[in-house]
């Protein structure tokens, strides 16, 4: 099928359409202000992501001219890139390139060096009269589900999406740790924030933005405001927080890239393992598999976030395309040939294979793995069965050792700079993992105690039993009391994606000439699930590494639908309408948001959430008005408006710390607990120096929060919210209170004006 020329400002028309549409609803502001808006944020915000992304890919082509081979798509190209860009970038943040005066000019470096490569590759491109890709009209259909991710990313990072508890994660270390990287001029880890010690290359690529847009590392003071308004906002949130959004902004737009990797891997498998099909066959399940992924909702609402688990899927998904030799075809194709000839014929090129080109492969197809490892971990536990497997096929058995022991040299390689710095920081380079590999002198791990690592393991493991497993898969959580929770294949973000997924495994093992092809993605998909049951903690969001499978079932089944014309319009339709259910569903649920208000927040953006947009305005209001505002002000924004410059804040409970401008001391719920230390000392009646144990004179203690985690036995030792409200009544001041939250600012009694500052 030949694509027409018009699709690509089709879509991308279509997609800008989507999002203006979508941003006119769901708010009190008129629909014009809120398109400008969300116009003004793209612009404003989207900029540092795209030249982030376009460096990057620019980098891919230069590099993949000696590593991979001639015939490689540009895709897969894009991908080295991607991975590339994202190593310097933890690199770089790892030995403090980023930070002093000379951090954004070091940041601009690697963006320099990925554009000239792609001036380069763009210059060499017009010499050859290669025009753009024709873009198949199966993707027009996705454009709804990709309107609805631009204008996600545009609302402030903690409004949307109820199942990720509205971003917590983004809040409390995707976003978090690079605010905190950008005030210490490092990459490091962070005893108090366990998440600090995971590879973090996406947020890596954070801290990046943040230093390539000059963003202050120090609070700056505003002259002539009074007291505790004078104080501006650094790092991240410096400005309006408009640096927020870039961040949502670059894992939206290596979503979409990642999508472009996971049709291109489907198109390589249904070249390898069903070449019976046409070339028009191969466009459709291409567009088919990329679309359908694009359009899920799972994918639209981690990739509008601040995440890194859709990028970590198209890097599985690259992975999995470099892990197959050349276009190998079998020697007779077509109706009569063994169903399992293209898998031998697969097995064929391997054999054929020089070790150079061998070496060249598995080191590439290596490093993507190790990539998505160094960006999710659990994307490596999922993917690297599959696609090592996939790699022995192809790879005659004389070499397997050869092949394993290459394998395990990149990936440690590329797992090497993660493991040095856990290893300098704790003694134990996978931190927070393998306790009993590497205990410390009181039975824990690193800085931890063998009570952290029990709690911590509990948190994250699944101790029940298969059968309890086997039942997630399908079927509620029974510990929920509303009996409504899925953690598995059938949670209401997927929409009608597994459920495709079949119905394609099925279509592929029935027809002779695709049942290579199907048997092949059928195992994947379920060696995948098993990896997923018995090595995570079985929650849905960690399917995703396993989307390039599904997806690429999904376009290869749409592909081989039979049709009485060689346009084979009963493939195109289906994949049309499949896409659009994928997309009615992602736009359903973004409509949903809070009471069918998401977009409530898109015109006032991530400064209503610290409250910066009401600093000029609070200093030139009336006592009696600024007072008022203030009584109605939430915790974030009080804290930050309202106490007194050089003041320190203590969380006790939460740790979500992103949004205060103060200098903000808290610790995650797998950390060591200071309050801890407090009220075991109270209790005993022993002296103590609350300041010096908590750091700080003011104390935001959630009560509400203490009391979830005492009940899920994630609390501090001791830590309950009956011990608490008690030393909070007997030791501090309360200076405010949001009864209904459960959350109460208090300040330490006993401790002098000077050290605390004046009460607000």
Not at 132 to 140: A, D, E, N, T
Not at 176 to 186: D, F, H, N, R
Not at 191 to 199: A, Q
Not at 691 to 710: F, N, W
Request: with cysteine; hydrophobic share 50%; proline share 7%.
């Amino acid at each position: 099928m030949n694509e027409p020329g018009w699709t690509w400002p089709v879509a991308f028309v279509l997609t800008l359409l989507s999002a203006v549409t979508l941003a006119c609803f769901g708010h009190e502001d008129p629909p014009m202000l809120a398109t400008a808006a969300f116009i003004d944020r793209l612009l404003l915000a989207g900029w540092p992501a795209a030249v982030y992304i376009i460096a990057a890919c620019g980098m891919g082509v230069a590099a993949s001219r000696v590593v991979l081979p001639a015939t490689a798509s540009m895709p897969a190209r894009c991908a080295l890139g991607v991975g590339l860009m994202l190593t310097l970038s933890h690199a770089m943040g790892v030995v403090g390139a980023f930070g002093g005066p000379s951090g954004p000019w070091m940041a601009l470096l690697p963006i320099l060096l990925g554009l000239a490569c792609g001036a380069m590759s763009f210059r060499r491109s017009l010499a050859l009269r290669a025009g753009l890709p024709r873009l198949h009209p199966v993707w027009l259909a996705a454009t709804p589900a990709a309107g609805v991710l631009l204008l996600a990313a545009a609302n402030p990072p903690g409004w949307l999406w109820e199942s990720e508890f509205r971003g917590y994660d983004a809040l409390s270390y995707h976003l978090a740790l690079p605010q905190e990287w950008i005030a210490a001029g490092a990459l490091r880890p962070l005893t108090h924030n366990v998440y600090s010690f995971l590879p973090s290359y996406i947020e890596a690529a954070f801290y990046h933005l943040g230093a390539l847009t000059h963003a202050p590392a120090v609070s700056m003071l505003s002259p002539g405001l009074p007291g505790p308004l004078s104080v501006e906002p650094a790092g991240l949130l410096a400005g309006d927080g408009w640096r927020l959004l870039s961040c949502q902004f670059l894992h939206a737009g290596l979503t979409i890239i990642s999508v472009w990797w996971i049709a291109d891997t489907c198109a390589r498998l249904v070249r390898l393992l069903a070449p019976s099909l046409s070339p028009s066959s191969v466009s459709l399940a291409q567009a088919a598999a990329g679309a359908s992924a694009l359009a899920t909702p799972w994918m639209i609402v981690v990739g509008s976030l601040a995440y890194n688990d859709a990028v970590a899927a198209g890097f599985v998904a690259g992975g999995i395309n470099l892990v197959m030799p050349g276009e190998a075809r079998p020697k007779s194709p077509g109706a009569s040939s063994r169903w399992h000839e293209p898998i031998l014929a697969f097995a064929r090129a391997g054999h054929e294979e020089t070790t150079a080109s061998l070496l060249r492969r598995l080191g590439v197809c290596a490093f993507l793995c190790g990539v998505a490892g160094s960006i999710k971990p659990t994307a490596l536990l999922l993917a690297a069965p599959i696609v090592g497997v996939m790699l022995l096929l192809s790879t005659p058995s004389r070499r397997w050792a050869l092949t394993l022991a290459a394998g395990c040299i990149v990936g440690l390689l590329c797992l090497a700079p993660w493991l040095a710095r856990n290893d300098a920081a704790s003694g134990n380079p996978v931190f927070p993992f393998a306790a009993g590999l590497f205990p410390n002198a009181d039975g824990g791990t690193g800085h931890w105690t063998a009570e952290q690592v029990a709690v911590f393991a509990k948190g994250h493991t699944f101790d029940r039993g298969v059968a309890d497993r086997l039942r997630l898969m399908l079927l509620p959580d029974p510990t929920d009391p509303a009996g409504e929770r899925h953690r598995g294949l059938m949670h209401g973000q997927w929409w009608a994606f597994w459920p495709m997924v079949l119905a394609a495994c099925i279509v592929l093992l029935t027809a002779a000439r695709t049942r290579c092809l199907g048997v092949v993605l059928t195992c994947s998909a379920l060696m995948g699930l098993c990896g997923w049951l018995w090595l995570t903690h079985v929650q849905s969001r960690f399917l995703l590494p396993l989307v390039p499978i599904g997806a690429a079932a999904i376009g290869a089944a749409c592909a081989s639908l039979p049709s009485l014309t060689r346009s084979n319009h009963a493939g195109l339709a289906a994949a049309v309408i499949l896409v659009l259910v994928q997309s009615f569903g992602t736009v359903r649920l973004f409509m949903g948001q809070h009471q069918d208000r998401p977009n409530e927040l898109l015109v006032a953006g991530p400064s209503l959430r610290s409250g910066e947009i009401f600093r000029h305005a609070l200093a030139n209001a009336p006592r009696e008005e600024a007072e008022a505002f203030m009584r109605e002000a939430a915790p974030e924004m009080f804290c930050n408006l309202a106490l007194p410059a050089g003041t320190r804040l203590s969380l006790i409970g939460g740790a979500t710390p992103l949004y205060y401008t103060r200098p903000v001391i808290y610790n995650t719920t797998w950390d060591h607990w200071p309050i801890a230390d407090v009220l075991d000392a109270w209790k005993d009646g022993r002296p103590h120096d609350n300041a010096q144990h908590l750091g700080a004179h003011y104390l935001l203690i959630d009560l509400g929060e203490i009391k979830r985690l005492h009940a899920s036995g994630w609390a501090g030792r001791g830590v309950d919210e009956g011990a608490v409200s008690a030393w909070m009544r007997a030791r501090t001041e309360l200076i405010r209170a949001w009864p209904e939250a459960g959350i109460y600012l208090v300040r330490l009694t006993g401790t002098s004006a000077s050290a605390g500052g004046s009460s607000p």
